[in-house]
């Protein structure tokens, strides 16, 4: 893999694992919409999965 091609791969899923702890304490906002605020939930559930699966993707990347 080229070395250019690997860090873009890194430092992309390095910003898409920063999003996600950003967001990670948010509070669920009432909103009176049920879809809206089951979207806020589901959001909160796979938020840490999510974040441990990116971290490993990462760890392969870095591996090549």
Known sequence: MAKDMKKQIIAELDRRMNLLREHQNDQIVITGNQYSELNQALSKVIGAPLLEELG????FVQSL
Request: a negative charge; hydrophobic letters at 25%; charged letters at 75%.
């Open 56 to 59: 490993d993707v990462k760890d």
